[in-house]
């Protein structure tokens, strides 16, 4: 089956302009996660998704980021306005069906804000 | 609270065996994953623990004491490949059931 699909994988922008991500999850996964990870530490989640609805957004910063899902399957996260602290490696990932319901990660969009 | 402890980076020669040990402190602990991520790549899975023992896949195989709150993720015939950090995380049941991660431990090869 097709892995978990981002885009870009790239992005550079300047400190106050806006960028969004794309994330198309494993067929059939009905949970979708967005992550932050800063180099040299473990993922952070910013939201979860279970279909179309939000399960947790207590670590997104709401004031300049959301996050969408549309007919539960995939999901754009934006960033409006950039800071530099923003700059960040942001991973999609989706659970599985079955037990344990491990995470399977998209390659992920390199994020530089100058 | 919850907290997740790793090494930040270990170094072992090709073909040798290493252990990467984790503790948590979790207050639903609910299942422990590790997973491995080699630079400028996303995590994938490697092995899963919910009960007590070892798990055995392969060259890899990962322990878990849920009473010591430890586990530890054992390398064996290292390959150069192998290098890339490997990623502690709990399943935790009184946080929606989300995954709280480790900082991941660095693991080097030297041949």
């Known amino acids: 089956e097709a892995g978990v699909a981002q885009s870009p994988r790239y992005k550079i922008i300047e400190k106050r302009q806006s960028v969004a991500f794309w994330c198309n999850p494993i067929?059939?996964?009905?949970?979708l996660y967005w992550y932050q990870q800063i180099l040299g530490q473990g993922p952070k989640l910013l939201i979860q998704?279970?279909?179309?609805?939000?399960?947790?957004d207590s670590q997104l910063p709401k004031d300049r980021f959301s996050a969408e899902r549309l007919k539960g399957v995939d999901s754009t996260l934006k960033i409006q306005p950039a800071k530099l602290e923003d700059s960040a490696v942001y991973l999609c990932?989706?659970?599985?069906?079955?037990?344990?319901?491990?995470?399977?990660f998209g390659p992920g969009t390199r994020l530089t804000v100058t | 609270g919850q907290n997740i402890d790793q090494p930040t980076e270990m170094t072992a020669t090709e073909g040798a065996i290493v252990q990467i040990n984790c503790t948590y402190q979790?207050?639903?602990?609910?299942?422990l994953f590790w997973y491995q991520q080699h630079a400028g790549e996303a995590p994938t899975f490697l092995s899963y623990?919910?009960l007590d023992g070892l798990e055995e896949k392969g060259r890899f195989s990962s322990f878990l004491s849920r009473s010591k709150g430890y586990s530890y993720l054992l390398l064996k015939e290292l390959q150069m490949k192998d290098s890339a950090s490997y990623l502690c995380?709990?399943?935790?049941?009184?946080?929606?059931?989300?995954?709280?991660w480790g900082a991941g431990t660095k693991l080097i090869i030297k041949p």
């Open positions: 990932a989706s659970s599985s069906r079955t037990e344990p319901y491990e995470q399977y």
């Open positions: 067929s059939g996964h009905a949970t």
């Open positions: 998704f279970q279909n179309n609805g939000v399960v947790d």
């Open positions: 979790t207050s639903g602990f609910n299942g």
């Open positions: 623990n919910v």
């Open positions: 995380a709990v399943r935790d049941w009184d946080s929606n059931y989300q995954l709280i």
